[in-house]
């Protein structure tokens, strides 16, 4: 028997391959003279694994290609078994000849795949987190990925098309957990796109910006294939945050005063749009419903007077149960966080804390310009509703 194994460590972002891949590759026998052939297989899937550097970025974090081949030799020639096991799928083949490049081509592919995630599948960095970012309206980034929406294959000059941008970190909130999406631009010297759209596929991380740009003399392949890499300016639309930033607060100053009134009732939803803001609260309330939105009001408006600080920290999912449920159970702390990722973002409003991914003011203060107010109170069928919003 002959027998050689080479080992490839592949980036982190690779594990996300699916184990259906080499799953697909398949499972036969043919028989003989595959000996011949089964060192070019090597040869291929070695070369490519040194021209693209995986094993210089792979570190120790990443998902690891394990290609085994042996080599039998029997009475009518040799029969070649190669074994080929990603993230636990593991594929034993018995091919000769042609199989044999058969499957060097998909580890080929497999590999190439693996290579070109590390750009495109890269999570985007979200500057607006943590306490500084959260007020940070510009920021330097690179593109990772551009795709430009077009109906026409070349638009006439200055003809407005749309356009994704993938970036390597952004200060751009994408629309989610009750808060609508910024507005904003990203520019450099090819373009300047107007992002009236941005969404995150939380599965990955990844953020993309959508908008609209004016291609010039209708050169659009030029500017997609230029923008591979390209630094460019993000520059979010402060009046737009501004607004958001404020309702979003305001909807937190209603669990403070929800607390404030001996109301601690589980929140479940949390709707800061400007068109009829509001937050629901699993439960009921017992006492007359008049009475307690006179007293929620008064509580409310106390706190903004009061002009109490917001904070924003990043805690491990420990720490965030202590600090979110200690007075009531109304946070299900392992819902805002994963085996890989343990850790949480808390936002204190009003001493309110609670996990959010929203971006807010720097105090309750400076929610007194606009006369944010608790609007009316609705109970139906076990569920609180606040309405709430800046002085009509």
Not at 56 to 72: F, I, N, P, S, T
Not at 74 to 92: C, I, L, Q, R
Not at 152 to 163: G, H, L
Not at 213 to 227: K, Q
């Amino acid at each position: 028997m002959i027998q050689h194994r080479i080992q490839l460590d592949l980036p982190p972002t690779a594990r996300r391959i699916p184990k259906s891949l080499l799953q697909s590759v398949g499972d036969a026998r043919v028989g003989e003279h595959g000996g011949y052939y089964a060192p070019a297989f090597l040869v291929v899937v070695e070369v490519v694994g040194l021209l693209l550097g995986l094993d210089a970025v792979g570190g120790g974090d990443g998902g690891e290609l394990d290609v085994g081949v042996e080599v039998w030799e029997g009475g009518a020639g040799f029969d070649v078994v190669v074994v080929a096991s990603f993230a636990g799928a593991e594929v034993a083949v018995t091919h000769c000849v042609w199989g044999v490049y058969y499957l060097g081509l998909c580890v080929l592919g497999l590999v190439l795949a693996c290579a070109k995630m590390t750009d495109d599948n890269q999570a985007t960095e979200l500057l607006y987190l943590t306490y500084d970012g959260n007020f940070k309206l510009e920021t330097e980034a690179t593109v990772l990925h551009c795709q430009i929406i077009s109906n026409v294959s070349k638009p006439d000059a200055d003809q407005s098309v749309r356009i994704e941008l993938q970036l390597n970190q952004t200060t751009m909130h994408p629309q989610g957990g009750g808060q609508p999406t910024d507005l904003g631009t990203i520019s450099c010297d090819l373009m300047e796109a107007h992002i009236d759209k941005v969404t995150i596929d939380r599965g990955t991380g990844i953020v993309t910006h959508a908008g609209s740009i004016s291609i010039p003399h209708g050169d659009m392949d030029t500017i997609e294939s230029s923008m591979k890499s390209k630094s460019v300016q993000v520059s979010v639309d402060p009046c737009n945050r501004r607004i958001l930033s404020e309702c979003h607060t305001a909807g937190h100053v209603v669990d403070a005063a929800m607390a404030k009134c001996q109301a601690l009732l589980p929140p479940t939803k949390g709707y800061h749009f400007m068109d009829g803001p509001y937050v629901e609260y699993k439960g009921n309330i017992i006492e007359n419903k008049d009475e307690f939105l006179d007293k929620l009001k008064q509580a409310y408006c106390q706190l903004i007077e009061e002009d109490i600080k917001t904070t924003i920290e990043t805690v491990h999912m420990d720490e965030a149960e202590s600090i979110c449920n200690r007075v009531a159970k109304n946070f299900t702390i392992a819902d805002f966080c994963t085996e890989e990722n343990p850790y949480v973002r808390i936002v204190s409003v009003a001493g309110f804390s609670c996990p959010c991914g929203g971006t807010h003011v720097k105090s309750t203060g400076e929610l007194k310009e606009r006369g944010w107010c608790v609007k009316g109170l609705r109970c139906k069928k076990g569920v609180v509703r606040v309405r709430y919003g800046p002085k009509d």
